[in-house]
């Protein structure tokens, strides 16, 4: 089965264009050379593209080595700073969001002040419960015996 269509064949598709090619008019030449390079300024285009988000980049992970002996009082106090740390993080974006909105006339301070309340009474509920976690942890730390070092 043939590709190209019946009176088109590769030796005569490279015939036509040496014959076009051979007439020497520059101005063809320069529209030839112009459509290739788009086409291929095109496909490099899309090749370039397919590449672009395909796979994680280098991704470097901080962690914070901790002593063997923490209490769990002093997990919890950690958790809890963490925590304001991450709100503080939050509040700052949602403000840099909300001056955007402002720019552009988007109403959101109604939206904001639900979601605001919402957003408290999760974060109390949390401390809270972190709170009594806390004060568990140090009753149990005071009742427990202390351990016997070993010596060296």
Known sequence: MAILPRPVSPKRAWTDLRDYLAEGRRHKLLFLGLAA?????????????????????RQI?????????????DIIAQQKIDLMKRQAAIKRKQQDFRKVADQFGIEWRKEAAVGDK???????????????????AKAKQKTAKPEATPQP
């Open 37 to 57: 390079a788009a086409t291929w300024a095109i496909i490099w285009g899309f090749l370039i593209d397919s590449k672009t988000n395909t796979a994680p980049g």
């Open 61 to 73: 992970i901080y962690i914070q080595n901790w002593s063997e002996g923490r209490s769990d009082a």
């Open 118 to 136: 919402r957003e408290k009474e999760a974060v109390d509920t949390l401390m809270k419960q972190l709170d009594k976690m806390e004060a568990e």
